[in-house]
């Protein structure tokens, strides 16, 4: 059972990962070009929320939570950022000025992707683990 304090720094890491998603949003609004590039613009202010997110729970409670909470936070933020970039690299491919994509499309399925490479790198992380523990048994 995780104390009041433990949950409540948590709450403050992930609050502190929403700002530094504005922040990210301000600044790529501040860089962008004046055209229009439709769904990777959306893709560059949605994509990076739940990395964010993470990210700022990770930095705030790394010291406080449990090694395998620990490790989730770690395979969050591996698997938010090869998810990130690789729709990144889908959308930059796909990208045509004449068709408009609707963004909740280009949202949905680049975190539906995200969310697929999560389950991938934590079944592997386990898998991997659960061969050094019967290693370590012999």
Known sequence: MTSLSTKFIELIGCFFGAIFCIIWVFFVLAVKSSQDLGQIDEWLTSGPIIF????????????????????????????????????????????RPEVDISSTYTVEVGYLFILLIHLLMKSNYYKKTASKNEKAML
């Open 52 to 95: 964010f997110v993470t990210l700022g729970h990770y930095l705030f409670s790394r010291d406080m939570v449990s090694e395998k909470r620990r490790i989730d936070d770690i395979v969050g933020l591996r698997s938010t950022l090869w998810g990130y970039f690789l729709w990144l690299i889908v959308m930059i491919l796909t990208y």
